[in-house]
């Protein structure tokens, strides 16, 4: 079957540290993959997008590197702050965008 | 900056009653969408829309249905509200369907 796999439990870092997502997926073929976070009580806001044959995106402290390989996409926020905390969403475009549950970040001072 | 807007940020409903959600967009965008999004389930689609007066079935289209009479406008109609479309709903835009959507900021819908 189709999975799309962001770690459910929450990530706790300290500030200035690199936090790293992940999201993996089966049974999927990808053309995009998207990032978008969500704050609470708030609709997604998109981040990042990269496609099938790059390996790697940055924006400012943002990266995302994605592997159709091992058909997995991680997500780095170098130098992490308090205002990076929230749910980082993973979405796949196969025809229509597929939403991973998300991972909630927690960064500490 | 694109601007999505939802009627309503929260909505008390009954059992039955005919229940609808607004959107509207200001750029000018081909496509919309409408998602729920759920605890532990994650944001499921509902229906999209790529044209004024056209819409798609997504994963979850039982109980809904949609209407874009006008291209920055496309709503959400419960037809009859039921306990288990208790959720938050979020509405989206996108220039292209391959292209980052932008979200509103939600509707938490509560049936009693």
């Known amino acids: 079957s189709q999975k799309i796999e962001q770690n459910s439990e929450a990530l706790n870092i300290q500030e200035g540290k690199t936090a790293t997502l992940t999201c993996n997926y089966t049974?999927?073929?990808?053309?995009?993959l998207q990032w978008y976070r969500q704050d609470p009580g708030r609709g997604p806001v998109f981040l990042l997008l990269?496609?099938?044959?790059?390996k790697e995106k940055r924006k400012e402290r943002l990266k995302v590197t994605f592997d159709t390989t091992l058909k997995q996409s991680l997500f780095h926020i170098t130098a992490s702050q308090p205002a990076d905390s929230a749910t980082y969403l993973c979405a796949l475009l196969t025809g229509k965008l597929i939403f991973g549950q998300g991972t909630t970040l927690q960064v500490k001072p | 900056d694109v601007k999505v807007t939802q009627s309503s940020r929260y909505l008390v409903k009954r059992t039955g009653e005919k229940v609808f959600l607004e959107c509207v967009q200001d750029m000018d965008h081909e496509n919309m969408f409408w998602y729920r999004q759920d605890p532990g389930l994650g944001l499921r689609l509902i229906y999209f829309?790529?044209?004024?007066?056209?819409?798609e079935k997504g994963d979850i289209p039982e109980g809904y249905s949609v209407s874009r009479e006008k291209k920055e406008r496309f709503s959400l109609i419960l037809e009859s509200a039921s306990t288990n479309q208790t959720s938050m709903y979020l509405c989206?835009?996108?220039?292209?369907?391959?292209?980052?959507?932008?979200f509103g900021d939600g509707t938490r819908l509560s049936i009693l």
């Open positions: 990269i496609r099938e044959n790059e």
């Open positions: 989206a835009s996108s220039i292209e369907g391959n292209q980052p959507q932008h």
């Open positions: 829309s790529y044209d004024v007066k056209m819409k």
């Open positions: 049974n999927y073929s990808p053309a995009y």
